[in-house]
């Protein structure tokens, strides 16, 4: 293999590595939206078991309104009782007494499961408090490793592109102008081995002349399947 051609595989592994830097640079911030999605999920456990309390809280104070009004009402039923004579009558508001009786025993059953459910939201709260502080943290912890490898990646290009522009220079501008525009095409691999006599790139079989001429390093053989550069290795 000569000189030139190991510099430009150089070139090429500088350029990959950039490549693949630079897409982990670009993936970064999706990665930290996902890290927070996390922590939605738990704000929005907690927020959903609080509004549960707010409603059982309410439909308490609904219900104690309730059990009062009948209260006032059977008040008034045992008013209307001493002013009437009549037993039929007397009988009649008994009756009413003990129907409201039963409606105002109904709401206090309802009240006391609101209470005992109100008990379980206050300690699933307090559960899912817990678990958010503990995201929280641990969310934070993520987006500090993320901060730190986004200054880590910064650093490791800069020095790939200063160390890629040393290599390039000693690299024939024609040889290399022609693999930067491979390179950009393919994304990847530009140069590529030979490998049982079929291209390293797309492993396509090529013909005996393609072979023949990749050992020939004073001049550039290309794939006629993917158009990457190849070369021999003995």
């Known amino acids: 293999m000569s000189t030139i051609m190991e510099r430009l595989l150089m070139v090429q592994d500088r350029d990959r590595k950039i490549t693949q830097l630079t897409r982990e ?27 549960q309390l707010q409603k059982n ?3 308490m104070k609904n219900i104690e309104t309730e059990i009062e009004t009948r209260k006032q009402k059977i008040s008034k039923f045992r008013e209307q009782q001493f002013q009437i004579k009549n037993n039929d009558e007397y009988k ?44 929280e943290k641990r969310v934070k912890e993520d ?3 993320f901060k730190k490898r986004l200054g880590v990646i910064k650093g490791e290009v800069h020095d790939l592109k200063i160390d890629r522009e040393a290599l390039a220079k000693e690299v024939d501008p024609e040889w290399l102008a022609r693999y930067e525009r491979i390179f950009k095409k393919h994304g990847d691999y530009a140069i590529v081995p030979i490998e049982n006599n079929a291209c390293g790139g797309c492993h396509m079989n090529l013909p005996p002349h393609l072979i023949h001429d990749s050992k020939n390093t004073a001049t550039l053989t290309s794939c006629s399947y993917c158009s990457r550069i190849l070369y021999w290795q003995p």
Do not use: N, Y
């Open 57 to 59: 809280q309410a439909s």
């Open 92 to 135: 009649a508001l008994e009756h009413e007494i003990e129907m409201v009786e039963t409606q105002i025993r109904a709401f206090e059953d309802k009240e006391l499961e609101l209470m005992e459910t109100s008990e379980e939201s206050r300690g699933l709260i307090a559960a899912r408090e817990k678990d958010l502080a503990q995201e």
């Open 143 to 145: 987006q500090e490793v």
């Open 25 to 51: 640079q670009a993936d970064i911030p999706e990665r930290i939206r996902q890290v927070e999605t996390r922590l939605d999920a738990h704000r929005g456990s907690l927020e959903a078991a609080r509004e």
